[in-house]
Protein backbone atom coordinates (compact mmCIF):
# COMPACT_ATOMS: atom_id res chain seq x y z
CA UNK A 1 0.00 0.00 0.00
CA UNK A 2 1.12 3.56 -0.90
CA UNK A 3 1.09 6.23 1.39
CA UNK A 4 3.47 8.41 2.60
CA UNK A 5 5.46 8.39 6.19
CA UNK A 6 3.44 10.09 8.14
CA UNK A 7 0.45 9.12 6.71
CA UNK A 8 1.96 5.64 8.13
CA UNK A 9 3.28 7.26 11.20
CA UNK A 10 -0.44 8.53 12.73
CA UNK A 11 -2.12 5.07 10.95
CA UNK A 12 0.08 3.14 13.61
CA UNK A 13 -1.18 5.30 15.80
CA UNK A 14 -4.64 5.11 15.38
CA UNK A 15 -4.12 1.29 15.17
CA UNK A 16 -2.66 1.78 19.17
CA UNK A 17 -5.88 3.78 20.24
CA UNK A 18 -3.44 6.70 21.10
CA UNK A 19 -5.51 10.02 20.84
CA UNK A 20 -3.82 12.43 23.32
CA UNK A 21 -0.20 14.34 22.75
CA UNK A 22 0.96 16.43 25.09
CA UNK A 23 3.82 18.99 23.57
CA UNK A 24 4.40 22.23 22.08
CA UNK A 25 4.35 22.72 18.28
CA UNK A 26 7.71 22.65 16.15
CA UNK A 27 8.19 22.49 12.36
CA UNK A 28 10.00 19.27 12.98
CA UNK A 29 6.94 17.57 13.72
CA UNK A 30 4.04 19.53 11.61
CA UNK A 31 3.35 16.91 9.21
CA UNK A 32 2.12 14.31 11.22
CA UNK A 33 0.20 17.49 13.63
CA UNK A 34 -1.10 18.40 10.69
CA UNK A 35 -3.23 15.07 10.70
CA UNK A 36 -3.86 15.26 13.93
CA UNK A 37 -7.42 16.84 13.98
CA UNK A 38 -8.31 14.27 11.13
CA UNK A 39 -6.96 11.26 13.39
CA UNK A 40 -8.78 12.23 16.34
CA UNK A 41 -6.24 12.84 17.97
CA UNK A 42 -5.79 15.40 20.56
CA UNK A 43 -2.97 18.14 20.66
CA UNK A 44 -2.53 19.17 24.50
CA UNK A 45 -0.57 22.74 23.80
CA UNK A 46 1.44 23.14 26.88
CA UNK A 47 3.65 26.04 28.60
CA UNK A 48 6.78 23.99 29.18
CA UNK A 49 7.36 20.98 27.71
CA UNK A 50 8.29 18.80 31.32
CA UNK A 51 4.56 19.75 32.26
CA UNK A 52 3.62 17.97 28.87
CA UNK A 53 5.53 15.13 30.42
CA UNK A 54 4.10 15.00 33.72
CA UNK A 55 0.31 15.21 32.02
CA UNK A 56 0.80 12.27 29.88
CA UNK A 57 2.15 10.50 33.27
CA UNK A 58 -1.22 11.66 35.10
CA UNK A 59 -3.17 10.96 32.72
CA UNK A 60 -2.33 7.38 31.89
CA UNK A 61 -1.55 6.45 35.32
CA UNK A 62 -5.27 7.09 36.12
CA UNK A 63 -6.63 5.52 32.86
CA UNK A 64 -4.23 2.99 32.17
CA UNK A 65 -4.44 4.08 28.48
CA UNK A 66 -0.98 5.06 26.60
CA UNK A 67 -0.34 8.94 25.47
CA UNK A 68 2.27 10.32 23.48
CA UNK A 69 4.34 13.37 24.04
CA UNK A 70 6.19 15.53 21.42
CA UNK A 71 8.19 18.55 20.66
CA UNK A 72 10.48 20.28 18.43
CA UNK A 73 14.29 18.56 18.25
CA UNK A 74 17.01 20.21 20.40
CA UNK A 75 15.75 22.33 23.16
CA UNK A 76 11.88 20.95 22.99
CA UNK A 77 13.16 17.47 23.70
CA UNK A 78 15.76 17.77 26.36
CA UNK A 79 12.92 19.64 28.43
CA UNK A 80 11.13 16.28 28.39
CA UNK A 81 14.56 14.40 30.49
CA UNK A 82 12.78 14.93 34.07
CA UNK A 83 9.43 13.80 33.06
CA UNK A 84 10.40 11.15 31.29
CA UNK A 85 12.62 9.97 34.10
CA UNK A 86 9.67 10.47 36.72
CA UNK A 87 7.11 8.41 34.47
CA UNK A 88 10.19 5.72 34.31
CA UNK A 89 10.17 4.77 37.87
CA UNK A 90 6.31 5.54 38.16
CA UNK A 91 6.25 2.56 35.53
CA UNK A 92 4.06 4.28 33.35
CA UNK A 93 4.25 3.68 29.64
CA UNK A 94 4.55 6.47 27.19
CA UNK A 95 5.33 7.39 24.13
CA UNK A 96 8.19 9.86 23.24
CA UNK A 97 8.35 11.43 19.80
CA UNK A 98 11.71 12.64 19.13
CA UNK A 99 12.07 14.32 15.73
CA UNK A 100 15.83 15.05 15.16
CA UNK A 101 17.97 17.20 13.06
CA UNK A 102 17.89 16.02 9.68
CA UNK A 103 20.65 13.35 8.49
CA UNK A 104 21.99 15.21 5.85
CA UNK A 105 23.08 17.76 8.82
CA UNK A 106 23.98 15.60 11.77
CA UNK A 107 27.21 15.71 13.18
CA UNK A 108 27.65 19.59 11.81
CA UNK A 109 26.28 21.49 15.28
CA UNK A 110 23.17 22.93 13.38
CA UNK A 111 20.61 24.28 14.58
CA UNK A 112 18.69 22.57 17.54
CA UNK A 113 21.07 19.51 17.22
CA UNK A 114 21.39 17.34 20.28
CA UNK A 115 22.47 13.76 20.82
CA UNK A 116 18.22 12.72 22.14
CA UNK A 117 19.15 9.01 21.84
CA UNK A 118 21.95 9.75 23.94
CA UNK A 119 20.02 12.29 26.17
CA UNK A 120 17.21 9.52 27.22
CA UNK A 121 19.33 6.54 27.58
CA UNK A 122 18.94 6.24 31.14
CA UNK A 123 15.25 7.51 31.08
CA UNK A 124 13.27 5.14 28.42
CA UNK A 125 13.25 1.34 28.85
CA UNK A 126 13.62 0.86 24.93
CA UNK A 127 14.68 3.20 22.24
CA UNK A 128 15.00 3.25 18.81
CA UNK A 129 15.90 5.54 15.51
CA UNK A 130 14.17 5.36 12.42
CA UNK A 131 16.85 4.45 9.91
CA UNK A 132 14.96 4.00 6.57
CA UNK A 133 11.48 5.49 5.59
CA UNK A 134 9.90 2.15 4.61
CA UNK A 135 10.57 1.51 8.29
CA UNK A 136 8.96 4.06 10.17
CA UNK A 137 5.57 1.97 10.48
CA UNK A 138 7.38 -1.32 11.91
CA UNK A 139 9.61 0.86 14.14
CA UNK A 140 6.76 2.96 16.19
CA UNK A 141 5.07 -0.04 16.38
CA UNK A 142 7.76 -2.16 18.03
CA UNK A 143 8.52 1.07 20.25
CA UNK A 144 4.83 1.31 21.71
CA UNK A 145 4.68 -2.25 21.94
CA UNK A 146 7.75 -2.57 24.06
CA UNK A 147 6.33 0.50 26.21
CA UNK A 148 3.03 -1.53 26.82
CA UNK A 149 4.99 -5.05 27.38
CA UNK A 150 7.52 -3.16 30.00
CA UNK A 151 4.74 -0.92 31.20
CA UNK A 152 7.53 2.05 30.61
CA UNK A 153 8.40 5.25 28.63
CA UNK A 154 9.52 4.20 25.35
CA UNK A 155 11.30 6.72 22.95
CA UNK A 156 11.27 7.05 18.67
CA UNK A 157 13.89 9.29 17.03
CA UNK A 158 13.11 10.34 13.71
CA UNK A 159 15.44 12.67 11.87
CA UNK A 160 13.28 15.50 10.19
CA UNK A 161 14.20 14.12 6.99
CA UNK A 162 12.50 10.71 7.25
CA UNK A 163 8.94 12.96 6.53
CA UNK A 164 6.96 13.45 3.51
CA UNK A 165 8.41 10.69 1.58
CA UNK A 166 6.04 8.27 -0.17
CA UNK A 167 6.63 4.88 0.97
CA UNK A 168 4.86 1.18 -0.19
CA UNK A 169 4.40 -1.05 3.11
CA UNK A 170 1.88 -3.15 5.12
CA UNK A 171 0.74 -1.68 8.25
CA UNK A 172 2.43 -4.08 10.90
CA UNK A 173 -0.01 -6.44 13.28
CA UNK A 174 -0.42 -5.98 16.63
CA UNK A 175 1.05 -8.94 19.19
CA UNK A 176 -0.24 -8.92 22.48
CA UNK A 177 1.96 -10.80 24.77
CA UNK A 178 0.23 -12.44 27.91
CA UNK A 179 1.65 -11.70 31.17
CA UNK A 180 3.55 -14.01 33.08
CA UNK A 181 1.73 -15.90 36.25
CA UNK A 182 4.79 -17.18 38.37
CA UNK A 183 6.57 -20.37 37.65
CA UNK A 184 4.84 -23.42 39.12
CA UNK A 185 7.63 -24.25 42.14
CA UNK A 186 7.80 -20.65 43.36
CA UNK A 187 4.34 -20.50 43.79
CA UNK A 188 3.69 -23.88 45.44
CA UNK A 189 7.04 -22.80 47.68
CA UNK A 190 5.29 -19.27 48.87
CA UNK A 191 1.96 -20.88 49.45
CA UNK A 192 3.62 -23.37 51.39
CA UNK A 193 5.34 -20.54 53.48
CA UNK A 194 2.26 -18.40 53.69
CA UNK A 195 0.07 -21.10 55.29
CA UNK A 196 2.81 -22.11 57.47
CA UNK A 197 2.94 -18.15 58.90
CA UNK A 198 1.67 -17.19 61.98
CA UNK A 199 1.51 -13.29 61.69
CA UNK A 200 1.76 -12.75 58.06
CA UNK A 201 1.53 -9.32 56.38
CA UNK A 202 0.96 -7.99 52.83
CA UNK A 203 2.65 -5.36 51.25
CA UNK A 204 1.05 -3.72 48.09
CA UNK A 205 2.97 -1.84 45.40
CA UNK A 206 2.64 0.07 42.36
CA UNK A 207 2.18 -3.24 40.37
CA UNK A 208 -1.13 -4.43 42.33
CA UNK A 209 -2.54 -0.78 40.93
CA UNK A 210 -1.48 -1.20 37.41
CA UNK A 211 -2.14 -5.26 37.51
CA UNK A 212 -5.85 -4.79 38.55
CA UNK A 213 -4.19 -7.05 41.28
CA UNK A 214 -6.65 -5.26 44.27
CA UNK A 215 -9.75 -7.65 44.06
CA UNK A 216 -6.98 -10.51 44.20
CA UNK A 217 -5.36 -9.04 47.31
CA UNK A 218 -8.05 -8.46 49.10
CA UNK A 219 -9.49 -12.34 48.56
CA UNK A 220 -5.73 -13.55 49.70
CA UNK A 221 -5.60 -10.97 52.89
CA UNK A 222 -9.06 -11.99 53.75
CA UNK A 223 -8.33 -15.57 53.72
CA UNK A 224 -5.55 -15.07 55.56
CA UNK A 225 -6.47 -12.03 58.10
CA UNK A 226 -3.25 -10.31 57.09
CA UNK A 227 -2.80 -6.89 57.81
CA UNK A 228 -2.19 -5.01 54.10
CA UNK A 229 0.76 -2.32 53.95
CA UNK A 230 0.97 0.15 50.63
CA UNK A 231 4.20 1.37 48.96
CA UNK A 232 5.61 4.59 49.87
CA UNK A 233 3.14 7.14 47.75
CA UNK A 234 0.89 4.01 47.11
CA UNK A 235 -2.01 4.64 49.11
CA UNK A 236 -4.83 3.94 46.51
CA UNK A 237 -3.23 0.12 46.66
CA UNK A 238 -5.91 -1.15 48.99
CA UNK A 239 -9.20 -0.20 49.65
CA UNK A 240 -8.90 2.41 52.55
CA UNK A 241 -12.37 1.41 54.55
CA UNK A 242 -11.04 -2.41 54.86
CA UNK A 243 -10.18 -3.36 58.33
CA UNK A 244 -6.98 -4.93 57.01
CA UNK A 245 -6.04 -1.64 55.45
CA UNK A 246 -3.10 -0.54 57.74
CA UNK A 247 -1.92 2.38 55.72
CA UNK A 248 1.41 3.64 53.87
CA UNK A 249 5.10 2.32 55.15
CA UNK A 250 7.59 5.04 54.33
CA UNK A 251 7.82 8.98 55.27
CA UNK A 252 5.29 10.37 57.28
CA UNK A 253 3.18 7.28 56.58
CA UNK A 254 0.81 4.91 58.94
CA UNK A 255 2.66 4.04 62.68
CA UNK A 256 -0.22 1.14 62.57
CA UNK A 257 1.31 0.08 59.25
CA UNK A 258 4.77 0.02 60.56
CA UNK A 259 4.55 -1.58 64.08
CA UNK A 260 2.20 -4.35 62.54
CA UNK A 261 4.76 -5.32 59.84
CA UNK A 262 7.48 -5.01 62.32
CA UNK A 263 5.73 -8.13 63.78
CA UNK A 264 5.71 -10.36 60.47
CA UNK A 265 6.73 -13.47 60.32
CA UNK A 266 6.60 -13.42 56.35
CA UNK A 267 5.63 -10.66 54.21
CA UNK A 268 4.62 -10.83 50.77
CA UNK A 269 5.62 -8.24 48.77
CA UNK A 270 3.22 -8.10 46.00
CA UNK A 271 4.13 -6.03 43.05
CA UNK A 272 7.02 -3.72 44.00
CA UNK A 273 10.24 -3.58 43.58
CA UNK A 274 10.97 -2.47 47.35
CA UNK A 275 12.94 0.84 46.76
CA UNK A 276 14.41 1.54 50.09
CA UNK A 277 13.16 5.27 50.85
CA UNK A 278 9.91 3.12 51.23
CA UNK A 279 10.93 1.18 53.82
CA UNK A 280 13.39 3.92 55.68
CA UNK A 281 12.39 3.81 59.54
CA UNK A 282 9.30 6.21 60.19
CA UNK A 283 8.63 8.17 63.83
CA UNK A 284 11.76 6.39 65.24
CA UNK A 285 10.15 3.02 64.18
CA UNK A 286 13.00 0.98 62.36
CA UNK A 287 9.70 -1.57 61.60
CA UNK A 288 11.24 -3.61 58.63
CA UNK A 289 11.17 -7.03 60.10
CA UNK A 290 14.73 -8.09 60.22
CA UNK A 291 13.71 -11.83 60.46
CA UNK A 292 11.04 -12.02 58.61
CA UNK A 293 10.51 -14.62 55.70
CA UNK A 294 9.92 -12.40 52.43
CA UNK A 295 7.98 -13.46 49.32
CA UNK A 296 8.86 -11.07 46.44
CA UNK A 297 6.69 -11.02 43.77
CA UNK A 298 7.50 -7.97 40.58
CA UNK A 299 7.46 -8.52 36.67
CA UNK A 300 10.68 -7.43 36.39
CA UNK A 301 12.84 -10.49 37.65
CA UNK A 302 16.14 -7.93 37.78
CA UNK A 303 14.03 -6.34 40.81
CA UNK A 304 13.70 -9.55 43.07
CA UNK A 305 16.27 -9.63 45.49
CA UNK A 306 18.29 -6.13 44.98
CA UNK A 307 17.44 -4.36 48.19
CA UNK A 308 16.49 -7.28 50.66
CA UNK A 309 17.13 -10.51 50.86
CA UNK A 310 14.01 -12.97 49.64
CA UNK A 311 13.39 -16.67 50.62
CA UNK A 312 10.95 -17.08 47.50
CA UNK A 313 11.05 -14.58 44.54
CA UNK A 314 8.38 -15.36 41.88
CA UNK A 315 8.66 -13.28 38.35
CA UNK A 316 4.84 -12.68 37.72
CA UNK A 317 1.80 -10.62 37.19
CA UNK A 318 0.40 -9.13 41.11
CA UNK A 319 -3.26 -9.98 40.36
CA UNK A 320 -2.05 -13.50 38.48
CA UNK A 321 0.31 -14.06 41.26
CA UNK A 322 -2.16 -13.51 44.02
CA UNK A 323 -5.39 -15.75 42.21
CA UNK A 324 -2.27 -18.64 42.19
CA UNK A 325 -1.42 -18.32 45.72
CA UNK A 326 -5.00 -17.79 47.47
CA UNK A 327 -5.99 -21.21 45.56
CA UNK A 328 -2.85 -23.18 46.88
CA UNK A 329 -3.10 -22.48 50.41
CA UNK A 330 -3.24 -24.93 52.91
CA UNK A 331 -6.73 -25.71 54.53
CA UNK A 332 -5.21 -24.30 58.15
CA UNK A 333 -3.80 -21.58 56.60
CA UNK A 334 -3.85 -18.06 58.69
CA UNK A 335 -5.50 -19.85 61.33
CA UNK A 336 -2.05 -20.04 64.23
CA UNK A 337 -3.38 -16.77 66.05
CA UNK A 338 -6.26 -15.30 63.62
CA UNK A 339 -7.99 -13.99 66.57
CA UNK A 340 -5.59 -12.35 68.41
CA UNK A 341 -3.88 -11.07 65.06
CA UNK A 342 -7.18 -9.64 63.81
CA UNK A 343 -8.10 -8.04 67.80
CA UNK A 344 -4.23 -6.69 67.19
CA UNK A 345 -4.78 -4.98 64.02
CA UNK A 346 -7.90 -3.25 65.06
CA UNK A 347 -6.61 -1.95 68.09
CA UNK A 348 -3.20 -0.50 66.32
CA UNK A 349 -5.19 0.89 63.49
CA UNK A 350 -7.68 3.08 66.05
CA UNK A 351 -4.56 3.86 68.54
CA UNK A 352 -2.89 5.35 65.26
CA UNK A 353 -5.91 7.33 64.12
CA UNK A 354 -6.91 8.90 67.19
CA UNK A 355 -3.39 9.64 67.49
CA UNK A 356 -3.21 11.16 64.13
CA UNK A 357 -6.45 13.46 64.88
CA UNK A 358 -4.79 14.93 67.79
CA UNK A 359 -1.43 15.75 65.85
CA UNK A 360 -1.81 19.09 65.50
CA UNK A 361 2.10 20.63 65.33
CA UNK A 362 5.53 19.23 64.54
CA UNK A 363 7.79 18.57 67.16
CA UNK A 364 11.82 20.26 67.57
CA UNK A 365 14.77 18.18 67.49
CA UNK A 366 16.54 18.53 70.39
CA UNK A 367 18.79 21.58 70.31
CA UNK A 368 16.50 23.36 68.04
CA UNK A 369 13.20 25.32 68.39
CA UNK A 370 12.03 26.59 64.95
CA UNK A 371 8.76 25.00 64.83
CA UNK A 372 8.27 26.86 68.24
CA UNK A 373 9.16 29.82 66.66
CA UNK A 374 7.55 29.42 63.53
CA UNK A 375 3.89 29.02 65.98
CA UNK A 376 4.88 32.10 67.86
CA UNK A 377 5.15 34.00 64.74
CA UNK A 378 1.66 33.36 63.46
CA UNK A 379 -0.11 31.96 66.42
CA UNK A 380 -3.34 32.82 63.98
CA UNK A 381 -2.50 30.89 60.87
CA UNK A 382 -3.00 26.75 60.09
CA UNK A 383 -0.40 24.12 60.58
CA UNK A 384 0.37 21.77 57.66
CA UNK A 385 -1.64 19.39 59.36
CA UNK A 386 -4.41 21.34 60.33
CA UNK A 387 -4.77 21.99 56.63
CA UNK A 388 -4.70 18.24 55.81
CA UNK A 389 -7.54 17.72 58.19
CA UNK A 390 -9.70 20.88 57.01
CA UNK A 391 -9.08 19.20 53.40
CA UNK A 392 -10.13 16.10 54.17
CA UNK A 393 -13.75 17.01 55.53
CA UNK A 394 -14.66 18.62 51.94
CA UNK A 395 -12.63 15.96 49.67
CA UNK A 396 -14.93 13.19 47.93
CA UNK A 397 -14.28 10.01 48.10
CA UNK A 398 -14.49 9.75 44.68
CA UNK A 399 -11.70 12.17 43.96
CA UNK A 400 -8.38 11.28 42.22
CA UNK A 401 -5.43 13.59 43.80
CA UNK A 402 -2.05 15.04 42.87
CA UNK A 403 0.77 15.17 45.85
CA UNK A 404 3.92 17.36 44.88
CA UNK A 405 7.31 17.05 46.32
CA UNK A 406 8.02 18.63 49.48
CA UNK A 407 7.52 19.38 52.97
CA UNK A 408 3.98 20.04 53.22
CA UNK A 409 3.22 17.30 50.93
CA UNK A 410 5.25 14.56 52.44
CA UNK A 411 3.33 16.21 55.92
CA UNK A 412 -0.06 14.73 54.53
CA UNK A 413 1.01 11.36 53.06
CA UNK A 414 -0.79 9.47 56.42
CA UNK A 415 -4.28 11.19 55.09
CA UNK A 416 -5.53 10.42 51.98
CA UNK A 417 -6.89 6.65 51.45
CA UNK A 418 -8.90 5.32 48.61
CA UNK A 419 -11.51 2.52 47.37
CA UNK A 420 -9.82 2.13 44.28
CA UNK A 421 -6.78 2.05 42.68
CA UNK A 422 -5.34 4.87 40.18
CA UNK A 423 -6.88 7.62 42.48
CA UNK A 424 -3.76 9.01 44.04
CA UNK A 425 -0.91 10.37 41.83
CA UNK A 426 2.59 11.74 43.37
CA UNK A 427 6.06 12.18 41.47
CA UNK A 428 7.54 8.46 42.64
CA UNK A 429 11.12 7.99 43.98
CA UNK A 430 12.44 10.30 41.27
CA UNK A 431 10.96 13.31 43.45
CA UNK A 432 10.79 15.85 40.61
CA UNK A 433 9.43 18.97 42.26
CA UNK A 434 6.39 20.91 40.00
CA UNK A 435 5.11 17.68 39.43
CA UNK A 436 1.31 18.11 41.36
CA UNK A 437 -0.37 20.26 39.40
CA UNK A 438 0.24 19.55 35.38
CA UNK A 439 -0.14 15.90 36.76
CA UNK A 440 -4.12 16.41 38.09
CA UNK A 441 -4.60 18.35 34.92
CA UNK A 442 -3.76 14.98 32.74
CA UNK A 443 -5.66 13.21 35.44
CA UNK A 444 -8.70 15.45 34.16
CA UNK A 445 -8.38 15.05 30.65
CA UNK A 446 -8.65 11.09 31.26
CA UNK A 447 -11.37 11.39 33.28
CA UNK A 448 -13.65 14.26 33.21
CA UNK A 449 -16.59 13.41 34.69
CA UNK A 450 -14.02 12.86 38.20
CA UNK A 451 -13.42 15.33 40.67
CA UNK A 452 -9.87 16.08 40.66
CA UNK A 453 -7.65 18.27 43.38
CA UNK A 454 -3.83 18.72 43.05
CA UNK A 455 -1.34 19.66 45.84
CA UNK A 456 1.83 21.51 45.91
CA UNK A 457 4.06 23.64 48.09
CA UNK A 458 4.56 27.13 47.06
CA UNK A 459 8.39 26.41 45.82
CA UNK A 460 7.52 23.05 43.63
CA UNK A 461 4.18 24.63 42.33
CA UNK A 462 6.77 27.78 41.20
CA UNK A 463 8.18 25.33 38.99
CA UNK A 464 5.29 24.44 37.33
CA UNK A 465 2.68 27.37 37.55
CA UNK A 466 3.46 28.78 34.09
CA UNK A 467 0.82 25.92 33.11
CA UNK A 468 -1.28 28.77 34.41
CA UNK A 469 -1.49 30.80 31.05
CA UNK A 470 -2.38 27.56 29.17
CA UNK A 471 -4.77 26.05 31.13
CA UNK A 472 -7.50 28.60 31.00
CA UNK A 473 -7.85 28.27 27.14
CA UNK A 474 -11.51 27.01 26.44
CA UNK A 475 -10.77 23.02 25.59
CA UNK A 476 -9.10 22.47 29.07
CA UNK A 477 -10.94 20.83 31.57
CA UNK A 478 -11.77 22.59 35.13
CA UNK A 479 -9.53 21.48 37.96
CA UNK A 480 -8.90 22.71 41.35
CA UNK A 481 -5.56 23.06 42.86
CA UNK A 482 -4.42 23.74 46.84
CA UNK A 483 -1.09 25.81 46.71
CA UNK A 484 0.54 25.38 50.59
CA UNK A 485 1.64 29.28 50.95
CA UNK A 486 4.70 29.42 53.94
CA UNK A 487 7.01 31.01 52.08
CA UNK A 488 10.14 28.59 52.30
CA UNK A 489 11.44 25.76 50.99
CA UNK A 490 10.57 23.85 53.66
CA UNK A 491 12.35 20.18 53.46
CA UNK A 492 15.32 22.03 52.53
CA UNK A 493 15.00 24.38 55.65
CA UNK A 494 14.39 21.56 58.18
CA UNK A 495 17.38 20.37 56.85
CA UNK A 496 19.25 23.44 57.38
CA UNK A 497 17.63 23.43 61.02
CA UNK A 498 19.13 20.04 61.93
CA UNK A 499 22.49 20.71 60.21
CA UNK A 500 23.50 24.06 59.37
CA UNK A 501 22.85 25.94 62.60
CA UNK A 502 19.57 27.68 60.95
CA UNK A 503 21.87 29.21 57.96
CA UNK A 504 19.24 29.54 55.45
CA UNK A 505 20.86 29.55 51.84
CA UNK A 506 17.94 30.10 49.68
CA UNK A 507 15.35 28.45 51.22
CA UNK A 508 13.26 32.08 51.65
CA UNK A 509 10.50 32.43 49.19
CA UNK A 510 8.70 36.49 47.96
CA UNK A 511 6.37 37.29 50.76
CA UNK A 512 4.82 39.25 47.98
CA UNK A 513 3.74 37.23 45.63
CA UNK A 514 0.56 35.65 45.55
CA UNK A 515 -0.44 32.78 43.40
CA UNK A 516 -4.71 33.62 44.25
CA UNK A 517 -3.84 36.96 42.61
CA UNK A 518 -2.07 35.11 39.88
CA UNK A 519 -4.66 32.78 39.26
CA UNK A 520 -7.41 35.71 38.51
CA UNK A 521 -4.80 37.68 36.06
CA UNK A 522 -5.00 34.35 34.12
CA UNK A 523 -8.42 34.55 33.98
CA UNK A 524 -8.90 31.62 36.74
CA UNK A 525 -10.80 31.84 40.20
CA UNK A 526 -8.18 32.31 43.04
CA UNK A 527 -9.05 32.44 47.02
CA UNK A 528 -6.62 32.51 49.92
CA UNK A 529 -7.49 30.83 52.95
CA UNK A 530 -6.17 31.82 56.27
CA UNK A 531 -7.98 28.99 58.70
CA UNK A 532 -9.06 25.37 58.60
CA UNK A 533 -13.16 26.71 58.57
CA UNK A 534 -12.12 28.97 55.66
CA UNK A 535 -9.91 26.22 53.48
CA UNK A 536 -12.84 23.38 53.94
CA UNK A 537 -15.46 25.96 52.36
CA UNK A 538 -12.72 27.00 49.67
CA UNK A 539 -12.29 23.52 48.36
CA UNK A 540 -15.96 22.54 48.52
CA UNK A 541 -17.00 25.83 46.68
CA UNK A 542 -14.23 24.70 44.31
CA UNK A 543 -15.31 21.21 43.86
CA UNK A 544 -18.70 22.80 42.52
CA UNK A 545 -17.32 25.12 40.78
CA UNK A 546 -15.47 22.64 38.85
CA UNK A 547 -18.15 20.62 37.98
CA UNK A 548 -19.49 23.48 37.03
CA UNK A 549 -16.42 24.04 34.47
CA UNK A 550 -14.42 26.61 36.89
CA UNK A 551 -10.82 26.28 37.65
CA UNK A 552 -9.59 27.54 41.06
CA UNK A 553 -6.17 27.77 42.98
CA UNK A 554 -6.61 27.84 46.38
CA UNK A 555 -3.77 29.35 48.05
CA UNK A 556 -3.44 28.46 51.77
CA UNK A 557 -1.82 30.48 54.14
CA UNK A 558 -0.35 27.97 56.53
CA UNK A 559 2.62 28.58 59.57
CA UNK A 560 6.16 27.33 58.54
CA UNK A 561 6.58 24.54 60.83
CA UNK A 562 8.70 21.68 58.90
CA UNK A 563 8.16 17.97 59.52
CA UNK A 564 10.26 15.46 59.35
CA UNK A 565 13.66 15.82 57.03
CA UNK A 566 12.97 13.43 54.09
CA UNK A 567 16.72 11.43 54.95
CA UNK A 568 18.52 11.65 58.31
CA UNK A 569 20.03 8.53 56.80
CA UNK A 570 21.94 10.51 54.22
CA UNK A 571 22.90 13.60 56.45
CA UNK A 572 25.26 14.18 58.83
CA UNK A 573 26.77 17.98 61.57
CA UNK A 574 29.43 18.79 59.04
CA UNK A 575 32.84 19.65 60.76
CA UNK A 576 34.68 22.20 59.83
CA UNK A 577 39.03 21.61 59.76
CA UNK A 578 40.40 24.23 56.62
CA UNK A 579 38.04 26.84 57.42
CA UNK A 580 36.39 29.19 55.05
CA UNK A 581 37.50 33.01 55.04
CA UNK A 582 36.37 35.30 52.86
CA UNK A 583 39.60 37.20 52.30
CA UNK A 584 40.36 34.20 49.88
CA UNK A 585 38.02 35.10 47.28
CA UNK A 586 39.85 36.64 44.12
CA UNK A 587 37.85 38.89 41.77
CA UNK A 588 37.76 37.82 38.01
CA UNK A 589 38.91 39.60 35.25
CA UNK A 590 35.80 40.57 33.19
CA UNK A 591 35.64 41.68 29.34
Request: aromatic share 8%.
Amino acid sequence: MKMTTEEAFVKVLQRHGIEHAFGIIGSAFMPISDYFPRAGIMFWDVAHECNGGYMADGFTRTTGKMAMIIAQNGPGITNFVTAVKTAYWNHTPMLLVTPQAANKTIGQGGFQEVEQMAAFKDMVAYQEEVRDPSRIAEVLNRVITKGKRLSAPVQINVPRDMWTQVIDIELPAIVDFERPSGGEDAIAEAAKVLSAAKFPVILNGAGVVLGGAIPASQALAERLDAPVCCNYQHNDAFPGSHPLFAGPLGYNGSKAGMELISKADVVLALGTRLNPFSTLPGYGIDYWPKTAKLIQVDINPDRIGLTKPVAVGIVGDARKVAESLLAQLGASAGDAGRDDRKALIAKTKSAWAQELTSMDHEDDDPGTNWNDRARKAKPEWMSPRMAWRAIQSALPKEAIISSDIGNNCAIGNAYPSFEAGRKYLAPGLFGPCGYGFPAIVGAKIGNPGVPVVGFAGDGAFGISMNEMVAIGRKEWPAITMVVFRNYQWGAEKRNTTLWYSDNFVGTELNDDATYAGIARACGLQGVQTRTMEELTAALDQALKDQKAGKTTFIEALINQELGEPFRRDAMKKPVEVAGIDPADMRPQKGA
